[in-house]
Every structure is written in C-alpha cells, then in structure tokens.
C-alpha cells in the first residue's frame, strides 16, 4: 500500500486504520489523504490506477452526526474523526474488493447483483461492520458523550 498524505493526521495511525479496515486488497492500492473545506467523503478508481481518495475536513466538529439510514445500526450515528476515517477507509477499500470480482457468496446478502446501488449498499454494510468493530475495542471513556455501541 502507499499511502499519500497531506493531512495532519500521522501517517502511522492511517496505516493502522487502513490496516484494520483492508478486505485483502491493499498492498496494491494507493491512498490518498487530502484536507477538505466541505464534508468528509471518498473515491475509489481501478482504472488506469487502483487508487482511493479521502477528504477530510479540518474543521469539521467532533462528535460528528451522520445523516444515515438504520443499515448502519449505531444509534443516532454520531462518529469521532477516527470512526469518521474508518468508514470513509472501509467503505472505498470495499469498492476495490469489489472490482475485482469476488464470489457472490461473499457480497452482504442482497447485495449480490452488479449495480451501482448494490455497490453502494455493499460498501455501506461492510464500513458500518467495521466502525462498530473499531468503537469496540476503543477506551469506554473515550465515548462518555457518544451513543454505546449495539
Ligand atoms: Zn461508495
């Protein structure tokens, strides 16, 4: 993996996020970190390059609430910059998986047709699963004004 990034976040916790977050299919991706003045978001190319890009908003106020659907089963879905960057991470990571095709068995269940809105629901299920997973190995004090993890 290599990782380009302009943010003032270390380039050793993205790895270890990226690390966490990564269906399998880093080590040939690139990543790129970049500040944003608008809302936190992605991209994800696999052609000419195999590259995914995050926005991250300086300035964005944390705990940050997410206008999100029940797909994600946080209650209220309100994510620290770190969950902020696991979502954004596991969610474009998930688009590269995508793109090379894997089994459908392996797709979240009704999400196995190709899609765009499948791509997205997809995607969506898997950086949700990881979020949660990432809130429950966090310090319980860390979330004392955050929704507890379900
Ligand atoms: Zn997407």
Not at 41 to 48: D, E, K, Q
Request: contains cysteine.
């Amino acid at each position: 993996m290599r990782l380009r990034n302009s943010t003032k976040i270390s380039d050793k916790h993205l790895e270890q996020m990226i690390e966490f977050v990564d269906p399998g299919i880093s080590k040939d991706t690139m990543v790129e970190i970049k500040p944003s003045r608008r809302l936190p978001s992605g991209y994800s190319w696999f052609r000419p390059k195999k590259k995914i890009g995050i926005w991250m908003p300086s300035k964005l106020h944390y705990p940050y609430r997410w206008n999100v659907t029940a797909a994600s089963r946080l209650p209220g879905v309100v994510l620290s910059e770190d969950e902020n960057l696991v979502f954004l991470l596991a969610h474009e990571l998930r688009h590269q998986w995508q793109y090379r095709r894997p089994p459908r068995g392996e797709w979240f269940p009704g999400c196995t047709s190709r899609s765009h809105n499948t791509h997205e629901r997809d995607a969506c299920a898997y950086a949700w699963r990881k979020v949660r997973a990432w809130r429950k190995l966090q310090p319980r004090e860390v979330y004392k004004e955050f929704p507890s993890p379900t």
